[in-house]
Nanobody, 118 residues
């Protein structure tokens, strides 16, 4: 059974930092791309950061230079280091793994709340 569990969210003041973690189980973690998404109230879920199995990264323009995605395949974990946080970064953050197999299935974590106060 595939499971992704996020942690590390919380309440932080603007300008502060948080590091999110996403621990995976039940999948061959190292061969798949991983993503961090976020969804703010009343808004669509958006891609924040992407990392390939080889470690190539991409970021949304809104977080470039502030967020860093990384992965530790030995620990089956992907991270999102968030610095210089802004109130507009407030959202539920989700990790996603995939695509898997011929059906190109993706797996999602349950999400972790990040709240940035001004």
């Amino acid at each position: 059974q595939v499971q992704l569990v996020e942690s590390g969210g919380g309440l932080v003041q603007a300008g502060g930092s948080l590091r999110l973690s996403c621990a995976g189980s039940g999948i061959i973690f190292s061969i798949n791309a991983m993503d961090w998404y976020r969804q703010a109230p009343g808004k669509q879920r958006e891609l924040v950061a992407h990392i390939t199995s080889g470690g190539t990264t991409n970021y949304a323009d809104s977080v470039k230079g502030r967020f860093t995605i990384s992965r530790d395949n030995a620990k089956n974990t992907v991270y999102l280091q968030m610095n210089s946080l802004k109130p507009e970064d407030t959202a539920v953050y989700y990790c996603r793994a995939g695509p898997f197999g011929t059906t190109a299935r993706f797996y999602w974590g349950q999400g972790t709340q990040v709240t940035v106060s001004s």
